[in-house]
């Protein structure tokens, strides 16, 4: 059974940091270009970052740059996404996705095979 089950979300203050994970179970993440998308509250999904097989492309949104940082670790079937400098406006739901394909980084969400179940991420003082 294939399952991406996402952890690490949770309240934080403004200015602090959160580590989001994605375990994979059921595929093989080598072979798949990871995501991370959010959904604000009446807002559409956005992609927030992404990164190829090898690690050798990446992508942030603008608004996350130089404070997101996407990483894999393929030998434990894990994504990250370490998230610092966290502002109100990046209070939502975000989920990790993972796209079979090249090494080459999707930034369409409909190039995405397996999706988390999202994990709530809220900045608030």
């Known amino acids: 059974q294939v399952q991406f089950v996402e952890s690490g979300g949770g309240l934080v203050q403004p200015g602090g940091s959160l580590r989001l994970s994605c375990v994979a179970s059921?595929?093989?993440?080598?072979?798949?270009?990871i995501g991370w998308f959010r959904q604000a509250p009446g807002k559409g999904r956005e992609g927030v970052s992404c990164i190829s097989t090898s690690e050798s492309s990446t992508y942030y949104t603008d608004s996350v740059k130089g404070r997101f940082t996407i990483s894999r670790d393929n030998a434990k079937n894990t994504v990250y996404l370490q998230m610092t400098s966290l502002k109100p406006e990046d209070t939502a739901v975000y989920y990790c996705?993972?796209?079979?394909?090249?090494?080459?980084?999707?930034?369409?969400?409909?190039?995405?095979?397996?999706w988390g179940q999202g994990t709530q991420v809220t900045v608030s003082s």
């Open positions: 996705a993972a796209a079979a394909g090249g090494d080459v980084c999707y930034r369409g969400m409909h190039e995405y095979d397996y």
């Open positions: 059921g595929f093989t993440l080598d072979y798949y270009a």
